[in-house]
């Protein structure tokens, strides 16, 4: 099949965000359908998203080959099995963003401190996104480092965490990102990254942050016996800190608290059960009674009086 053509400067000056391109996700790569998620005029380069979600940023226009009609990819994607490409629109993340360039192969064997870099350099994304109240874009940019920083610097995820100084920052990214779940209420999830944070294995404060945080979702989701663990575990390890204490005392309130409605609730629940079987023993003896009575023989005639 013949090859994408490299894209001429007119062609080029058409290209915006939504259009589909070719280009390899690393240098060395095979060719493959993104979309342009971002376009930067001033350096020349785009940002590019693949299948899966993988994110390529600033991407030399160069480097780019135009696709064929977007129906041709469409079909080519369902042949494959793959889920139908979609055209995203642009909700301004990636300009807010302003996210890393992942380091290449060759940086990353001359330099292997080049991947710590990249994903403090995510980290500090994000925490711009959170001073900003952009709680949502954070949470993306939290998680994203440790997805990139799987995907572009180690060959498995499970291989990331044994390094300990890239379990680090992932703890304290998926810590971060629960922190903006719960500031937009969303418990559940923060449960679920404080969970992601316990498998990087966070020490010190880092680990009071999470069970703090884990904590506090689960109260809110009304689980009071497994926040109570979570909140003594992190008073145990500070037992200076307000905030730990004062969610500690919350969660014992509510604990507190729970057996005495149950008790109202089961003693409601008894006096209903009890009023109903003295009614069916009551209605159990008539008919005993009566059935008795209807099978005992007839008494004997009265004696004559002498």
């Given amino acids: 099949?013949?090859?994408?053509?490299?894209?001429?400067?007119?062609?080029?000056?058409?290209?915006?965000?939504?259009?589909?391109?070719?280009?390899?996700?690393?240098?060395?790569?095979?060719?493959?359908?993104?979309?342009?998620?971002?376009?930067?005029?001033?350096?020349?380069?785009?940002?590019?998203?693949?299948?899966?979600?993988f994110v390529a940023a600033a991407v030399p226009i160069t480097r780019i080959r135009l696709e064929p009609a977007p129906s041709t990819t469409a079909a080519a994607a369902k042949e494959d099995g793959d889920e139908e490409p979609r055209i995203v629109e642009d909700d301004g993340y990636f300009a807010a963003a302003a996210l890393p360039t992942p380091p290449a192969a060759a940086e990353l064997e001359a330099d292997p401190e080049a991947k710590y870099r990249f994903?403090?350099?995510?980290?500090?994304?994000?925490?711009?996104?959170?001073?900003?109240?952009?709680?949502?874009?954070?949470?993306?940019?939290?998680?994203?480092?440790?997805?990139?920083?799987?995907?572009?610097?180690?060959?498995?995820?499970?291989?990331?965490?044994?390094?300990y100084f890239a379990r680090v920052p992932c703890a304290q990214c998926y810590s971060n990102a629960a922190l903006c779940a719960i500031k937009l209420a969303d418990?559940?999830?923060?449960?679920?990254?404080?969970?992601?944070?316990?498998?990087?294995?966070?020490?010190?404060?880092?680990?009071?942050?999470?069970?703090?945080?884990?904590?506090?979702?689960?109260?809110?989701?009304?689980?009071?016996?497994?926040?109570?663990?979570?909140?003594?575990?992190?008073?145990?390890?500070?037992?200076?800190?307000?905030?730990?204490?004062?969610?500690?005392?919350?969660?014992?309130?509510?604990?507190?608290?729970?057996?005495?409605?149950?008790a109202a609730g089961g003693s409601k629940r008894g006096s209903s059960f009890g009023a109903a079987l003295e009614a069916w023993l009551a209605e159990g003896r008539r008919e005993k009674v009566a059935a008795a009575v209807s099978a005992a023989p007839p008494p004997p005639p009265p004696c004559a009086q002498r």
């Fill in 119 to 163: 994903v403090a350099a995510y980290k500090a994304a994000g925490n711009e996104l959170f001073k900003a109240g952009k709680y949502a874009w954070a949470i993306r940019t939290y998680t994203g480092a440790v997805d990139a920083l799987s995907r572009h610097c180690y060959p498995s995820r499970e291989r990331m965490l044994w390094d």
């Fill in 1 to 53: 099949s013949t090859s994408p053509a490299m894209p001429s400067p007119s062609a080029a000056q058409q290209l915006a965000v939504g259009s589909w391109v070719h280009c390899p996700r690393e240098e060395g790569d095979e060719y493959e359908a993104c979309e342009i998620i971002q376009l930067d005029a001033a350096s020349m380069s785009v940002s590019l998203r693949f299948s899966g979600g």
């Fill in 187 to 262: 418990h559940a999830h923060a449960a679920a990254l404080c969970e992601h944070a316990m498998e990087c294995r966070p020490e010190d404060g880092d680990l009071t942050k999470v069970l703090l945080r884990h904590g506090q979702a689960r109260l809110e989701l009304g689980e009071v016996d497994a926040a109570l663990p979570l909140l003594q575990r992190a008073a145990d390890k500070e037992p200076t800190n307000r905030a730990v204490r004062a969610e500690l005392l919350r969660a014992k309130a509510a604990a507190k608290a729970a057996p005495t409605a149950a």
